[in-house]
């Protein structure tokens, strides 16, 4: 018998099967030769849950991110100032996604 991946959502703190969440990964910093920060730190929704980085998990539901980013639960989790313009975006791509899993 398979275990089941669990993950707790960052918004409502219930666990549940780590397919039935969506990933919230900052992404690791790039540096060059002399330890410089290039890019980096980019904080966008993994879909596919493959994406490299720190990582968050939010229910498919917008009550759930509006909860999470209210109590500030993913600047806690992702260990950084998040704009409200990446909230923003990233509440766009949660409703777009939402509407394209609808028959």
Same mark, same amino acid.
């Given at each position: 018998?398979?275990?089941?991946?669990?993950?707790?959502?960052?918004?409502?703190?219930?666990?549940?099967?780590?397919?039935?969440?969506?990933?919230?990964?900052?992404?690791?910093?790039?540096?060059?030769?002399?330890?410089?920060?290039?890019? $980096?730190?980019?904080?966008? &929704?993994?879909?596919? $849950?493959?994406?490299?980085?720190? $990582?968050? *998990?939010?229910?498919?539901?917008?009550?759930?991110?509006?909860?999470?980013?209210?109590?500030?639960?993913?600047?806690?989790? &992702?260990?950084?100032?998040?704009?409200?313009?990446? *909230?923003?975006?990233?509440?766009?791509? &949660?409703?777009?996604?939402?509407?394209?899993?609808?028959?």
């Amino acid at each position: 018998m398979k275990k089941i991946p669990l993950r707790k959502c960052t918004g409502c703190g219930e666990m549940k099967d780590k397919r039935e969440l969506i990933r919230v990964v900052k992404s690791p910093e790039k540096r060059d030769e002399s330890g410089t920060v290039i890019s $980096g730190g980019e904080i966008s &929704l993994d879909l596919t $849950g493959k994406k490299p980085g720190r $990582g968050a *998990y939010i229910c498919k539901s917008a009550e759930c991110f509006e909860k999470a980013r209210k109590a500030r639960r993913f600047e806690r989790s &992702l260990s950084c100032k998040i704009p409200e313009e990446i *909230y923003d975006q990233m509440s766009a791509e &949660l409703n777009s996604q939402k509407c394209e899993e609808k028959p």
